[in-house]
């Protein structure tokens, strides 16, 4: 997962980890970036300064978002307050994005 202005603009892609099947994940005028994925890697967390999930319109502050990590579909404002670096609540160990979590997830004792 990865922001690339590549295309003009910052936008969020995916690829594989050797670098094949590069997918653009958004498709905007408007500045995405710092990709996080989901715990179950069903998800991305972004910023964006679009005005809102349906926007294609800058604004003037960066929000959280969330889409489909598959296809980049179902865009949704996850967070109304300035924010520009989004992460995924910490549940447990580390997940592989692509199976998911197969290991306890409870934060180890202190």
């Known amino acids: ?12 892609y995916r690829m594989n980890a050797d670098g094949s099947n590069v997918v653009r ?6 500045d995405d970036r710092e990709p996080a994925w989901s715990l ?3 998800s991305v967390a ?18 959280i ?5 598959s296809d980049g579909a179902n865009v949704a404002q996850a967070a109304a307050v300035s924010a520009r670096h989004p ?3 910490y549940i447990g ?4 994005p692509f199976g998911g979590c197969t290991q306890s997830q409870t934060p180890p004792e202190e």
Not at 65 to 69: F, N, Q, V
């Open 1 to 12: 997962m990865f922001a690339s202005n590549r295309d003009g603009n910052t936008e969020i």
């Open 25 to 30: 994940l958004t498709n905007n005028p408007v």
């Open 40 to 42: 179950d890697g069903a």
């Open 46 to 63: 972004f910023a964006s300064n679009r005005l809102n999930a349906g926007s294609t319109t800058a604004g003037s502050t960066y929000r």
């Open 65 to 69: 978002y969330t889409l489909r990590a």
């Open 87 to 89: 992460e995924w609540g």
């Open 93 to 96: 160990p580390p997940c592989d």
